[in-house]
């Protein structure tokens, strides 16, 4: 039930709870995936960057992280991650397409993941056609997804993504 799930922009004092939530998700080979690898180069953008609270306990957290994809820019989504305990209500959901609202509300064209087009497709994410994306680090080019917040913000993609600086 996503009416029990209060969403909120992530504050500094929800860092340790959302650090738990990740290692116990993603473990110690979290730091070898490409996204995270995105992330390293750039911080995630602290106004597009949210929690989910049941109550006054931390369930959820999303974030999204400005890139460029060769000369276009865009936004990482991700991670993601619903505490297992709280699973399939919903929230991974509901966090996702309220970070795409914000971010579209905010002037944002272009979200790009790494994840399962199965979950992702009915949020609006579909495959990158052409393969002509890369990321710092191998991945499978289905897994490597668009969404526009524009219609064809993603046209004729290409290029190397790279974390980017807000203040660059
Ligand atoms: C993946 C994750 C975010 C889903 O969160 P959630 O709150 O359970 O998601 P929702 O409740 O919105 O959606 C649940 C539905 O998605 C399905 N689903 C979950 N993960 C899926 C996946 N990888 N591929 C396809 N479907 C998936 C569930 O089976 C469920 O289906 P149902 O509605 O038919 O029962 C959560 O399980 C999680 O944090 N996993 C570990 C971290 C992770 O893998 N993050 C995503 C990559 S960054």
Do not use: W
């Not at 290692?23 to 602290?46: K, N, Y």
């Not at 579209?104 to 393969?131: K, M, S, T």
């Amino acid at each position: 039930m996503t009416s029990n799930l209060q969403i909120r922009s992530e504050k500094p004092e929800d860092q340790s709870a959302i650090d738990a939530l990740l290692s116990a998700a993603f473990g110690p080979g979290a730091l070898a995936r490409a996204a995270f690898r995105v992330r390293e180069q750039a911080p995630h953008d602290s106004d597009l960057a949210f929690t989910g609270f049941c109550g006054d306990r931390l369930v959820a957290s999303v974030r999204l992280t400005p890139i460029s994809i060769g000369t276009t820019p865009g936004l990482l989504l991700g991670p993601l991650v619903v505490d297992p305990a709280h699973t399939k209500s919903g929230y991974g959901r509901a966090l996702v397409s309220h970070a795409l609202n914000a971010a579209r509300a905010q002037g944002h064209r272009l979200v790009i993941l790494v994840g399962d087009a199965p979950y992702y497709g009915p949020l609006g994410f579909a495959a990158i056609p052409g393969g002509s994306v890369t990321m710092p680090g191998p991945v499978d080019p289905a897994r490597l997804l668009a969404a526009e917040l524009v219609p064809g913000a993603a046209a004729g993609l290409a290029g190397q993504i790279q974390g980017v600086r807000k203040s660059d």
